[in-house]
């Protein structure tokens, strides 16, 4: 009987470390020893740093999505199920067609979009967190041509921290580029009292907001939204009027892991931050945004995150001490413009130091964008600067 | 505190959490509270000492100090409306 190892989601952190898996088990994997099997529901692989980009005409749909089985090695077996409950302790996960015992279990299950946290949300404004979505506020920008647009963070934690600063000066850049940038206020709304979580990139985030005459409104945490008036209500008792409002939704962790008794409230899995061990279990792992770590909810952090989770289930396979810890490395571009980029690149114990944003920047976050098909997804990256 | 100790304090273990954690649970806690409950949350955010007491402010509640203790910080907050 080979020795089995589950992934549970196919997105950025399960397809990288299934293949970064596949590549370090070659030869066990083809004699029967070790089998690899990751389960989604879809068949298809989205990069959703697209998401961002679409609105802005940046990159096209067709350039965010390809199918999982193309993307995994062909020593991984891939099964398009959903997995509807995990049960640690007697290491089996549970799809919608079939029970799967595991020798080691990665759960690769991402984050989703909450929109029932905030009542009128769902009918109020565009976001940039699903694929419609996406394609929907592309639309509305292309007929949006005066008044107010407000970006506003409905909810902390969420995916891609710096996607609503980047979202706000793009959309400075966009409306600026068709020439009626003076006829539109934006305004970027956030609940902590600097905008963003890590103090001096918030305090170079709020200089170029006042540069680009971006309005903030801080500790701002969004109560309920009137889409008739157009108007969003916050805790600390303001009223914000919009015409077109772009509103980062709450965020919790999938339904299998809130299903199976695993998550915290918030619905992220409890995580040793150095092991990514589920905490209390040394044959089961979480990576990417599924976990209550305290780093981004970024692709980065998932494929550094992969690359120690691969490690340690090869030497555990191996009979060895699983001996590599995750630091908490993050690498995230922030586009401060259409053209002009800068880059937060951090850890645990070491704040980020952006530099000065920059076209070089810039132009890489585009090129990575195409590289991540044939690179990143294919686990071949995994492992560089852990 | 004798007067205090009448009072419902509802305790918000926070420790472990980072930035914006422990503010995000207070938030969350004042939401289901009465008005005059005082929310104690405890964290080893040190950002929590800066963030909660500006968040209460602009609220409109009443941020009541901090306590230090051996590790973490108890930090007090008294729901207003």
Redesign the interface.
Known sequence: MPRKIVVVGGGTGGTIVANNLAHRLYSEIVNGKVEITVVDPSAYHVYQPAWLLIPFRIMHQNEAIRPERSLLAETVKFRQEKAKRIDLNNRVVETDSAKLQYDFLVIATGAQPDYSQVPGLEKAGYDFYTFDNSLKLREALGRFSGGKLVTVVAG?PFKCPPAPIEFVFLADSYFSRLGVRDKIELSYVY???RPF?I?GVAEEVGKLMEQKKINMNL?F?VESIDPEKKEIRS???ETLKYDLAVIVPPHTGADVVRNSGIADKGGWIPTDKYTLNVKGYDDAYAIGDATDL?VSKAGSAADFEAAVVATNIHDQLKGLAPSMRYNGRVMCFMTTAIGEATILIFDYDHPPVPPPPNFACYWYKLVYNRMYWTITAKGLLSGFGV | MSEEKKEKIKVIDARGSFCPGPLMELIRAIKESEVGDIIEVWSTDQGSQRDIPMWAQKAGHEFLGVIHEQGYDRIRVRKKK
């Open positions: 902390i609940p902590l009292p979580t103090q500790l945490n805790l600390e008792g305290p």
